[in-house]
C-alpha cells in the first residue's frame, strides 16, 4: 500500500478553496424540490388546503366575515402544521445523509487528512484502497497492483488493471490493491455526474405499504368527491341555493379525506430513521424502516460480526517437525519461519483483524525481523476459490516469495503426497472444531526474469498452519436468542471451515447448528433442491461471494424477507439482493456500505435486535395512527350526511368551521402523539408480519369501521334524543360536538393499544399525547364557555347534567372496545397456554445444545 503520495503533495486550504471557487463541489445537482419553497409549494396543492380555500371562499361570498376569517387562520394552521411536519421530517433526513455520508482520505497540508467525500475539489490528492467507492474522477498518480470494477458506468464486469496515468472515474470501485489519485473532476462535471440528468427520471420503488397507503387515501378521495357531489345535489334540491349548497358539500368532503395518513407515515419513517441512528443504526432510505418488521432470516456473517473484533494467533503448525506450537512461546526455527512467512504475505500495514493479528504475534516473536525492512517487489491479490494471497518481498536483500491462504488451495499449490496433505487436513480439521480460523503458509521459490502472471504458477513449499483464536462476542448468544423469541431465524455464512463455523455456533447456541452446508454444495444444488436446503440449513461455510449470492435469492424465493450482513467488497451482490442489507460501520468497506440498507455503526449485532424492535414500533404505531383516523372519521362524515340524506329536522348541523377544529386536533394526535408511543410488551416475541400483509383491508380494517359506527351510534343518539326532546339547533349542535370531541379522546386512549385495556396504557408514558388531550379538552372547553368561540362554532350554553349525558355516550360508543379487548386477551392466552405446552414437550424430546 502506497504511504505516501510522492507525486502530489496535496493541497492547501487556500488552493482548496480557489479549487472549490473555480470548479464547485464534489456533489451532484440538488434534488428538485428539496427546498422548503417547495414543501410549501405541496402543502399549498394538498385537496384539504384547496378545500378549506374553497369553502372559505364560499363564506366570503355569503358576507359571513367571521366564519370567513376563522377558515383563513385554520387554513394558516393547518399549513403551518403541514410545513413543520415536512421540515422535521427534512432535518430528520439531512441529519440522516450527514451520518451516511461516505468519507476520503485526502492529502493536503503536507498530511493526511479524513474529510467529507462532498468537501473534495479537483487537484486533490486523494487515497483510494481496496473496498473503497472512487469519490471522484482522477488520474492515478501512485499505485500497487490497483484495479478498478468500472460496470457501473461500461456495463464490464471483469475488474480493470490501472497503470500509472490511467484515468478513473467517480462512482466505480476499488476491487484490488490502493492508489493515489490527482482529482481532474468533481460533481457534475464528473462522468457519472455528466450522465446524471438520465437518472432524474427514475424512480424509487415504492414499499408495499406505501402503495397501500396511497391506494387508500385514493380510493378515499373518489369516495370524497362522489359524497360531495351527492351532497351539493341534495342540498340544491331542497333550498335551491346552489352557494349553501356548495359549502355543506365542501363540509362532506373535508370531513370523508383522511389527508392525516400520507402526512403520518412520512413522518413515521422519517422520525422513526432518526430515532435509529440515535441507537447506533443508520438507514439509508427511511422506507427500510417498514420493512425490519418483517424480517424472517437473519444472513450474517462470524468473523467480528457473531465473534469478537480483534484476533490472536493462537497455535502453529510446523511442517517440518509436524507440531503443534502453542504462542506465545519460544519458537524453533522452522517454527518461526512459519510465523515470518504468514506476517510478510500480510499487508504492510494492515487493516484486516486477521492479518493484524499476525504482524502482532510476529512482532512479539521476533522485534529486530519485524523492525527490519521488507519492501513489497510484486502482489498478487487474494484471489481463488477458495483464497490466497502472495507477496513478494525483499528480506535481507533477497526476494522472498511468501503465500498464504484457505488451507485447500495452499495443499493444491504445495503438491504434497497424499499421506503428508491427509496429515495437514487432518489437523486443520482439530484446530477447526477448536472454533480457530486456520490458514496455510507456504513458500515459492524465486522466478528468474520476473514475476509468473499467476500466483499459483510459483513452485511452492508447505510450511504449516496458522491458528487464530476468534472467540464469540459476550452478547452474541443473547442476540441469537433474541431473534429467535422474535420468530426470525439466523443462519451463519462464513468463508471458514465448516468445523470452526460449527463450533462457534455451538457456542452461541444458534438453532440448527448441527445442520451445514458449503459453497460448492451450494452452487452443486439446482433451484428447487437449493430452496428446501437453505430453508432448513443454519450454518453456511466455506461460502465465497457466487454461493452466498445463490442461498439469499434462495430464501427469497421460498417467501422469507432476508436480512443480510456483510462488511467486505465480496458480499456486495449479497447485500443488495437481500431484502434489507446491513453494513458494518467501522469494518465495512465502502463498497458494502453504499450496497446495504441499514449500516450497524458499531458492529455488534445487537443494533440489529434494537432496529427489528423499532420497526415494528413504528409500524405498530402507524397502524393504531391509521385506525384512529379511520375510526374517528366515519361518525364526522356520517354525522354530516345522514340527517341531510334521512331529512332530519335540521339536516346541515355542522359546517366547515367544526370539521377544521376537528382536523386540527386529529392531525398532530395521528402524526405525533402515536409516533411517539413506546413499543407494547411482548412485541419482540411475536411472529414477523408478512412483508406483503396490510391493515387497510379486511378484518382489521373491519374492526376499525365498526369502531367508528359505534361511535356513530352515540353521536346520532345524542343528535335524535335532544331534537326530540325539543331542544334548539344551537343545542343539538352544542351537545353533537361535544360528544364528537369526546368520543376524539377516549379513542385514542382505546387506540393506544388493540390488547392491553385502557386502565394499563394509561400507566405507560407518552407526554406528548397527553399535551394532545389536553390541547383538546381545553379548546372543546373554550367552545363551550367562552361567549365568542360560542358565537363563531353557532353554540348555546347547555347544562352541565347534558354535558354529562355527552359524555356517558362517548364512553358507550367507545368504550364497548374495552370488552371486546377483554375477550380477545382470554383467547389469546389460552393459546398461549396451548403452544407453551406444545414448546415445553418439543424441548423435552430435543437434546440439549452442544457446548
Known sequence: MPTSASLN?????????????????????????????ATLKEVVLEPMFLLLLAACTVYFVLGRAEEAITLLVALLAVAGISVYQAIRSNQALGALRELTQPRAQVRRNGALATVPVAELVVGDAVLVAEGSRLPADGTVTELNDFSVDEAILTGEAVPVAKAVGDAVAGGTSAVAGSAWLTLTAVGAQTRLGLIGSSMEGIVTEKTPLQVQVRQFVLRMAWVGAAAFALVWGVNYAKSGDWVTALLFGLTLAMSILPEEIPVAFSSFMALGAARLSRLGVLTKQPQTVESLGSATVICTDKTGTLTQDGMRVQQLYDEATQTLVALPGPLAATAAAVLACARYASETEPFDPMEKAIVEAFAAADPAGAAAPAPMLHEYPLAGTPPMMTHVRQVQGAPLVAGKGAVEHILAVCHLEPAAA?????????????????????????????????????????????ALENPPKANAA??????????????????????????????????????????????????????????ATAVFARMFPEAKLKVVEALKRDGEVVAMTGDGVNDGPALKAAHIGVAMGRRGTEVARQAASLVLVNDDLAGMVTAVAQGRRIYQNFKKAVFYIVSIHIPIVLTVAVPLLAGWKWENLLTPVHIIFLELVMGPTCSIAFENEPAEAGQMQQPPRPLSSTFLAGAELGRSLVQGLGITAAVLGVYYAASRLGQPEAAVRSLVFTTLVLSNILLTLVNRSFTQSVWQTLRVPNRVLWLMLGLTLGLLLITQFVPAAQRLFGFVPVSAAALGWCALAALVGVGW???????????????????????????????APAR
Open 422 to 466: 491427509e496429515r495437514v487436513r487432518q489437523t486443520t480439521h482439530e484446530l477447526s472444531a477448536q472454533g480457530c480460523r486456520v490458514l496455510g503458509v507456504a513458500q515459492g521459490a524465486p522466478v528468474a526474469g520476473g514475476f509468473p502472471a499467476a500466483q499459483d504458477d510459483f513452485q511452492w513449499t508447505f510450511l504449516g498452519l496458522i
Open 817 to 847: 372496545v374495552e370488552i371486546y379487548k377483554a375477550v380477545l386477551r382470554s383467547r389469546i392466552g389460552g393459546l398461549s397456554q396451548g403452544a407453551a405446552a406444545v414448546r415445553m414437550a418439543v424441548a423435552a424430546r430435543s437434546p
Open 478 to 535: 443473547e442476540v441469537v436468542r433474541a431473534f429467535t423469541e422474535a420468530g426470525i431465524r439466523v443462519k451463519m455464512i462464513t468463508g471458514d471451515f465448516p468445523e470452526t463455523a460449527q463450533a462457534i455456533a455451538r457456542q452461541i447456541q444458534l438453532p440448527g447448528a448441527d445442520t451445514l452446508l458449503t459453497g460448492q454444495q451450494v452452487m452443486a444444488l439446482d433451484e428447487a433442491a437449493l430452496q428446501t436446503q437453505a430453508a
Open 9 to 37: 503533495p496535496g493541497l492547501t486550504d487556500d488552493a482548496v478553496a480557489a479549487s472549490r471557487a473555480a470548479h464547485g463541489a464534489n456533489q451532484l445537482a440538488a434534488v428538485p424540490g428539496s427546498g422548503w419553497l
